[in-house]
């Protein structure tokens, strides 16, 4: 499975973005689907999934404020981040698995989301 994102770039504080992921190469609809980001010298954290029944989970810094969609005939997922603020700044991951579970073994390349005035 290959998974692409797409929609990262430079916002000021308090402006929106949205973030895509396509995946490719698997016959079936996948598992949860997430995503999780990276700041500069730390560890990588969940941000938002999204089970393939539509339940979802999100961390405490995104919850209000992030939302998390999912396709599931296209196995795509999206990440509606509203207010956002510089410590948002990080690279963000797609995330998927085959079944309900993550993180998944899948993972992109990542996009960088850079939140600056």
């Known amino acids: 499975v290959h998974l692409v994102e797409s929609g990262g770039g430079l916002v000021q504080p308090g402006g929106s973005l949205t973030l895509s992921c396509a995946a490719s190469?698997?016959?079936?609809?996948?598992?949860?689907m997430a995503w999780y980001r990276q700041e500069q010298d730390k560890e990588r954290e969940l941000v938002a999934v999204?089970?393939?029944?539509?339940?979802?989970l999100y961390s405490r810094r995104a919850e209000g404020r992030f939302t998390i969609s999912r396709d599931n005939a296209q196995n795509t997922v999206s990440l509606q981040m509203n207010n956002l603020e510089p410590e948002d700044t990080a690279v963000y991951y797609c995330?998927?698995?085959?079944?309900?579970?993550?993180?998944?073994?899948?993972w992109g390349l990542g996009t960088q989301v850079t939140v600056s005035s």
């Open positions: 999204m089970t393939r029944g539509e339940r979802t």
């Open positions: 190469g698997s016959r079936f609809t996948l598992g949860a």
């Open positions: 995330n998927a698995a085959d079944q309900e579970w993550w993180p998944g073994d899948y």
